[in-house]
């Protein structure tokens, strides 16, 4: 998941996986499938790296604003 392109070589991400966690940091996708994702997925928002763009092979799927808000909102509170 693309948190940031910065158009500087390099991006912010975060991890999305199929293995499903639920703690406070973490998005289950709902609609999954509509999002472009072969399996049911949670957002790691908390699980962040920095990465060269060229690093990234495809694109998967897109997420909703609903999700988007969600992402900041704990982004926002990690740095509390």
């Keep these: 998941m693309i948190i940031n392109d910065f ?5 912010i991400v975060c991890r999305v996986t199929s293995q499903i966690y ?3 940091n973490d998005i289950y ?3 999954w499938e509509k999002s472009g994702l072969r399996l049911p997925s ?3 928002v908390h ?3 920095t990465l060269e763009k060229d690093m990234v092979e ?3 799927g897109k997420i909703g ?3 988007k808000n969600q992402i900041k909102d704990i982004i926002s509170r990690l740095t509390e």
């Design 7 to 11: 158009n500087d070589g390099d991006i």
């Design 42 to 44: 949670v957002i790691r």
């Design 65 to 67: 604003d609903s999700t």
């Design 47 to 49: 699980k962040l790296a």
């Design 29 to 31: 996708i709902e609609n």
């Design 58 to 60: 495809m694109v998967m």
């Design 22 to 24: 639920k703690t406070k």
